[in-house]
């Protein structure tokens, strides 16, 4: 029976001092002047969970590498728990996190796994520490030297409007105020273009585009009619509002530091009788990492924001251009 409770005690410690190690690492990496969003947080952070906690359940007798990886899950779910109710963040960007995180749970579960068999083989913890060593100094360098780099990206959406340039470029340059959004992704918090407001006109002017989470100040640097409209944004607001009972949080992802709009464009070409390709063109910055992930999420919200105005400036446009043949 002593045994048995030892055993069970270690099934517990283990994902309870998982979920601390993880905690606490991301308090370090977070809660500081300079918050550092990347491989630090997303790789070594949940990869010390998986070796901590598989290592520690190991002690019970457990050697099964998927039990091992299942009480690692149950670590990072409690730590995850624990931050969400803590208001450290919101819904939707833990959920975001979460697939970025199990791979390298899944390495530190490996590593535990090697650790618990090292008992019978030691084969295995020379080959455990030949594996971090691999691992741990490409993480350090990237920590090293790309803590600050910003990946700049380009991002275009294009919509086919049955109306000429001359009547969507009216639209684009009068856009207004946009109908009210009801979708799933403006109910997540995710930043809904609402509004636009071109005060005069020309190279120079000044553009200000209203998000669901804040002011969007914008300066035209290009003017063609019926053909092009470019400008350049002078602030970003955040990119989205977190969703969280238990507070209000203001992580510093959605800082301007971490995603900030550059430069907006919208063009024109004429492809048929009565027909134009409208393409709207995002060029953004973002300091997250590993960036080949969350460039896709910030894509996404950049095709969002597009597709909306898309579709507003087409509607528009076809009834504008349905009147004017009408009257004709």
């Known amino acids: ?51 901590v906690t598989s290592s520690i359940v190991a002690w019970s007798g457990v050697s099964s590498f998927m039990s091992l990886l299942g009480y690692s899950g149950l670590a990072l779910g409690l730590q995850g728990a624990a931050f969400f109710a803590g208001g450290g963040d919101g819904f939707a960007c833990l959920a975001m996190s979460l697939l ?32 971090l060593l691999i691992i741990l100094p490409p993480v350090a360098v990237d920590e090293l030297f790309h803590r600050d780099h910003a990946d ?37 918090g ?28 914008e300066t035209i640097t290009a003017w063609e009619p019926s053909k092009m409209l470019g400008f350049v944004a002078l602030q970003t607001p955040p990119t989205m509002k977190e969703l969280n009972p238990f507070g209000d949080p203001h992580p510093a992802h959605l800082e301007a530091k971490y995603f900030r709009i550059l430069y907006g ?39 969002y924001a597009h597709s909306r105005v898309l579709e507003c400036i087409k509607q528009s446009a076809e009834a504008r251009g349905s009147i004017k043949m009408a009257k004709n």
């Open 190 to 217: 995710l930043a809904c273009p609402e509004s636009t407001v071109l005060k005069g006109r020309g190279v120079g002017a000044e553009r200000d585009c209203t998000l669901s989470t804040g002011l969007m100040k």
């Open 1 to 51: 029976m002593a045994n048995r409770g030892r055993r069970n005690y270690w099934k517990i410690a283990g994902p309870v001092l998982g979920s601390l190690t993880g905690l606490g690492l991301t308090a370090l990496l977070l809660f500081n002047k300079d918050p550092d969003y990347g491989l630090a947080l997303f790789f070594l952070m949940p990869m010390s969970v998986g070796i």
């Open 100 to 131: 970025v995180l199990l791979v390298p749970l899944v390495i530190g579960c490996f590593f535990g796994y090697a650790i618990a068999k090292s008992k019978q083989d030691k084969n295995n913890r020379l080959h455990a520490i030949l594996a």
């Open 265 to 303: 464009e919208f063009k024109l070409e004429r492809i048929g009788d009565g027909l134009t390709r409208l393409t709207r063109t995002t060029r953004y910055e973002h300091r997250i990492r590993p960036a080949i992930y969350w460039t896709q999420w910030c894509n996404l919200a950049a095709d």
């Open 152 to 188: 700049i990206v380009t991002y275009s959406s294009r919509v086919d409007v049955a109306a000429s340039p001359d009547v969507v470029w009216q639209e684009v340059e009068h856009l207004g105020t946009l109908p009210p959004a009801t979708d799933w992704l403006s109910k997540l």
